[in-house]
């Protein structure tokens, strides 16, 4: 009777059906709970005015009975049509508690049910009615080896399409994933593709999608959302651009781009522009200069209200306004579309690209070519960055301007020779690398404009073991270098080509005849012309000179008569400050500088043997001076006694000979050692 009567407005209560339960239900016969007529009287009729109150425990001993599998789809239809009137947490339980649990029996006679099905549609249709959408892809799979989620598509929800999405290789299929678009825009769309763009953006991992998938996916959500767009509030464009569109928000087109900013205030500009920057990794080069195109000619067109303070919150420099409103985008606009909006290049340093820090150098508005502090900056911003890329792109750049403005060489002084040291510094840890084609690409083109600064002391930085080609290729840089230059800046660089043509590598001249010691004339008025030191002189006498020591250059030293006067303690002082650097005067200055100390040297040298060695290293320059002033004096009874020769190469020599030269090992080579002595060497 009550099963026939008006369900009232009173919602049952879950203890009343668990009674039934314990008093019928639990009573019925293996006969009754297999009977479809029986059982639907039951749960179709007497139990429904009850089944929307339906509670986990019974749930719970209701997939314990034995049902066929006829009698068990009864049941869920029956929860089913009731459905509308559960509980969110009820509905969930019915498919955990009872749909899953008995499905999952093994003790079936058709575990699963699935015999009478035709179909995997059919299957999920009439085991899991209105509860198919709470269970995951995963558990249908493992209910059902053979289920086929495409032939089920339509009565899968938009969270277990998504999880199809990753799982079933869709991600690389265009056809696939317009399958899966067309099942969500059955129904409301919006809401569907939401719920799927909510659970795809949310998974622990989302496998890589192919570009072409991701083109179809981001169109056919755009063409969904479109209509959408213009009741959307400042929290629906954070959700949308940084969470769900994330995945497909690398094919966002800039036509899709114009249409959203058509009317769009500053602040969810801005959001947009934050989701973008988060994939411009992803995007192709071609798309984000369409769309910077896009977000600088939206800037120039509200150019007033992006200036406003409204817009400006929180913003305090023009790094911070193009990190918000262009943010990565920024290294990709023209230097010149940054000047159009107003932005000041120096004060948005560290957002520019190499290349538009290259043509700030030369924008004449910074002065920056005359300023060796603008120059410093710009460089210092790129060589600190851990891209090493980012020094050849900024050159690359500077190398067309420096064309576009026929510039064949920088006309400031300071700033010409601030550019050569620290791109030279930077480069020369990877000299050793090189290969010729990199010595090209610096010598004969990046630096040229530079090399008006290059002096003969830079030569230390370039490696000595170099091929026979990328010593042509350094030199022929050079020389294009100097054809450009007027007379008065071409000294230093020509003092720098003579010198590196008298040491080429072995392979590009015959090498130094084996047995003959090369000699360095000294022309102490031509060396020393320039160099005063008065100063040294003048400090000699006073109490704490030998702190001062290493104030003053070898060149100081050899170019005074101060040198011999120097105790063996103070030549050991400047061997210990000056040695290792190696960047204080050539062989002919080290040369000239230990035969006027000659009298102190040798004591000066047993110091230095017993001295710890330190981080700097020798230069073969300062051995192969003291090879000629002392060496090639020892007497023949000297190169034949073992402890003289010991005393000399295993000690006072010791420092020096990991940077040992051709020339000091061919020179050696022509003494008559004995064969003791030979040995000891």
Not at 227 to 233: P, Q, R, S
Not at 260 to 288: H, K, S, W
Not at 320 to 344: I, M
Not at 634 to 652: I, K
Request: hydrophobic share 40%; net charge negative; with cysteine.
């Amino acid at each position: 009777m009550l099963a026939n009567k008006t369900p009232s407005d009173g919602q049952p209560q879950s203890h009343v059906l668990d009674a039934i339960g314990e008093v019928k239900v639990n009573s019925f016969s293996a006969a009754q709970l297999t009977d479809a007529g029986f059982v639907a009287a039951w749960f179709q009729g007497r139990l429904r005015p009850f089944l929307s109150a339906v509670s986990t425990d019974f749930l719970s001993c209701i997939s314990s009975k034995n049902f066929s599998c006829d009698t068990y789809q009864v049941v869920v239809l029956a929860l089913g049509r009731q459905a509308s009137l559960m509980a969110e947490e009820q509905k969930q339980a019915v498919y955990t508690q009872f749909v899953r649990r008995f499905l999952s029996r093994d003790d079936l006679a058709d575990p699963a049910c699935l015999i009478k099905t035709t179909s995997s549609a059919d299957w999920l249709e009439k085991n899991f009615g209105n509860f198919s959408s709470y269970a995951t892809l995963e558990d249908l799979k493992s209910l059902n080896k053979n289920f086929s989620s495409f032939e089920s598509l339509a009565l899968l929800t938009p969270a277990q399409v998504a999880e199809l999405t990753l799982s079933s290789g869709v991600l690389n299929n265009t056809n696939q994933i317009s399958a899966v678009f067309d099942r969500l825009e059955e129904g409301d769309a919006f809401k569907n593709t939401e719920e799927f763009l909510t659970a795809l953006s949310t998974a622990p991992e989302v496998p890589g999608i192919s570009p072409a998938v991701r083109d179809v996916m981001m169109n056919r959500t755009f063409i969904t959302i479109q209509a959408k767009i213009k009741e959307f509030e400042a929290p629906d464009w954070v959700a949308w651009f940084t969470v769900k569109l994330k995945p497909i928000l690398p094919s966002f087109t800039a036509e899709m781009l114009v249409i959203i900013t058509a009317d769009i205030n500053c602040t969810n500009y801005q959001v947009i522009v934050e989701g973008l920057g988060t994939v411009f990794p992803e995007m192709t080069l071609v798309r984000t200069q369409e769309i910077t195109k896009v977000l600088v000619e939206h800037l120039k067109k509200f150019a007033t209200l992006f200036s406003s303070p409204g817009c400006r919150q929180s913003i305090s420099s023009d790094a911070e306004w193009l990190n918000a409103n262009l943010g990565p985008f920024t290294t990709v606009a023209n230097y010149s579309d940054l000047k159009a909006l107003n932005v000041s290049g120096l004060a948005a340093l560290e957002t520019l690209s190499p290349g538009q820090k290259a043509e700030l150098l030369f924008d004449p508005t910074t002065g920056a070519l005359e300023n060796v502090t603008v120059v410093k900056e710009v460089l210092s911003s790129i060589l600190k960055s851990s891209d090493e890329k980012q020094l050849e792109k900024f050159f690359e750049k500077f190398v067309e301007v420096s064309k576009e403005e026929n510039i064949t060489y920088i006309r400031n002084v300071d700033v010409r020779d601030t550019m050569l040291n620290l791109t030279l510094t930077a480069l020369a840890p990877n000299f050793p690398l090189f290969q010729t084609s990199d010595y090209e690409l610096w010598f004969q083109i990046n630096l040229v404009v530079l090399l008006a600064s290059f002096r003969p002391s830079v030569l230390v930085v370039i490696p000595t073991n170099l091929t026979c080609d990328s010593y042509n290729a350094i030199l022929k840089g050079l020389e294009t270098a100097l054809v450009v230059l007027p007379s008065g800046l071409k000294v230093e660089l020509k003092s720098s080509i003579d010198q590196l043509l008298q040491s080429p590598p072995e392979d590009c001249t015959p090498p130094r005849p084996v047995g003959l010691c090369k000699e360095t004339l000294v022309d102490e008025t031509r060396l020393c012309q320039g160099v005063n030191s008065g100063q040294l002189e003048a400090q000699r006498s006073s109490a704490n000179f030998s702190a001062r020591l290493c104030n003053f250059s070898i060149s100081d030293y050899a170019c005074s008569s101060v040198a011999s006067s120097l105790s063996s303690d103070e030549v050991f002082t400047l061997l210990t400050c000056k040695a290792p650097s190696g960047t204080s005067g050539s062989t002919e200055t080290w040369k000239l500088f230990f035969q006027k100390a000659a009298g102190a040297l040798e004591d000066a040298l047993s110091m230095l043997a017993n001295k710890t060695p330190s981080d700097g290293q020798p230069q073969s320059h300062v051995l192969d001076a003291i090879g000629e002033v002392k060496v090639n004096s020892f007497s023949a009874a000297q190169l034949t006694d073992a402890g003289f020769v010991a005393a000399w190469f295993q000690g006072r020599l010791r420092p020096f000979l990991s940077a040992v030269s051709t020339d000091f090992l061919s020179c050696i080579s022509s003494k008559n050692f004995s064969c003791d002595t030979y040995q000891v060497v």
